[in-house]
């Protein structure tokens, strides 16, 4: 499944300088001809695709853009300077919309649209010298510039799945991690639709993460919730497997952990070898550095211990989230 990141920005083009009317001024040359320059163009605001970018969420921060006006016409026939354009990146399968018209739909990296078109520089009398007209003191005004409120749409493919048991934390620890809110409770099957959110690294960098119900052995063949969400984890490059460190029904963390990986592999052998994150979720229960150690030694591979409550772990999660992303 693909999810959607969609915002509102408002963007104005820069409005075009006025053409000058003036007349040169020389001491020996009291009546000299028209000499007024015409007007800079206006800024366009442009969008263009780029790989670097993943999300619309700087956009969406931002709010408004402006590209800066065009300067007027200048005596001695000067030209106002044209304004440069306003470039703002969006991420490659941006859709831009205006009211109910689709400006452009970006898909490949480099494209471009303008989507806010600046005013044209204004004619300057000295344009209109003519033989029967000396001294025209006619002059245009700039361009016009517009405003638009566009809606950007972008459909997303989460990088991070979040796995685990029911009750593992895992809402707990999409909620810890972005701005997304999901349901949290202490029963199984909390969350019954797919949940999504940005995680940041600190740094300028963005992936998306997903959580999804909880998995219980026996799921591919229908037991809780079933398994057919996992196709919304397929093409996730990486898993976090979430672990709870202190199951409530007396049962073990890593024959929980292996019970997940039996499910994964009856869904797909895709999803069975996608990478995974081993994560102990719930460090803040008394006996948890045991509980972390017996984990490790049972299974074989590195866990991180995490404490989605309090937010210990997590500074290491996201390093490991980040790290081949
Ligand atoms: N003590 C402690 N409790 C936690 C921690 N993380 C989550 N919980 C609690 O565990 C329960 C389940 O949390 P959820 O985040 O809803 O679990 P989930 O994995 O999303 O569960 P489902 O959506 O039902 O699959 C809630 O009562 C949480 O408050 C933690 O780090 N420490
Ligand atoms: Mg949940």
């Known amino acids: 499944m693909k999810f959607v990141d969609a915002t509102t920005v408002t963007v104005t ?53 402006k590209a800066a006006d065009g300067e007027a016409g200048r005596a001695v026939c000067r030209h106002g300077a044209n304004a440069a354009d306003l470039t703002i990146e969006v991420p490659v399968g941006t859709l831009i919309a205006d009211g109910g018209e689709i400006l452009a739909d970006l898909t490949a990296h480099g494209q471009e649209a303008i989507v806010a078109r600046g005013g044209a520089g204004g004619f300057g009398n000295r344009r209109y010298a003519a033989a029967l007209n000396q001294a025209p003191d006619e002059f245009t005004y700039g361009g016009e510039s517009e405003t638009k409120k566009l809606h950007l749409e972008l459909k997303l493919i989460a990088d991070v799945g979040l796995i685990g048991f029911p009750n593992a934390g895992k809402s707990t620890l999409l909620g810890r991690l972005s701005a997304a809110r999901p349901k949290i409770a202490d029963y199984p099957f909390t969350t019954m639709q797919p949940q999504l959110g940005i995680v940041e690294n600190g740094a300028g960098r963005e992936l998306i993460l997903a959580d999804i119900p909880g998995l219980i052995a026996g799921a591919a063949a229908g037991r809780g919730l079933g398994h057919e969400f996992l196709r919304h984890v397929e093409r996730c490059r990486v898993l976090i497997h979430l672990v709870n460190l202190y199951p409530l029904d007396g049962t073990y963390p890593w024959d ?70």
């Open 256 to 325: 929980n952990f292996h019970a997940i990986n039996r499910e994964l592999a009856a869904f797909s052998e895709k999803l069975a070898q996608t990478p995974q994150i081993v994560v102990g979720n719930k460090t803040d229960l008394t006996g948890a550095d045991d509980a972390l150690e017996l984990l490790r030694a049972e299974i074989g591979l590195p866990v991180i211990g995490i404490s989605a409550a309090t937010g210990a772990g997590l500074k290491e999660l996201k390093r490991e989230m980040f790290k081949n992303n």
């Open 13 to 65: 083009s820069g409005k075009g300088g006025d053409g000058l009317a003036s007349f040169r001024h020389e001491r020996n040359l009291p009546l000299g001809g028209p000499d007024g320059g015409d007007g800079g163009r206006g800024g366009s605001v442009i969008l263009r695709a780029s790989e670097n970018v993943d999300t619309l969420l700087a956009l969406a921060r931002t709010g408004k853009y």
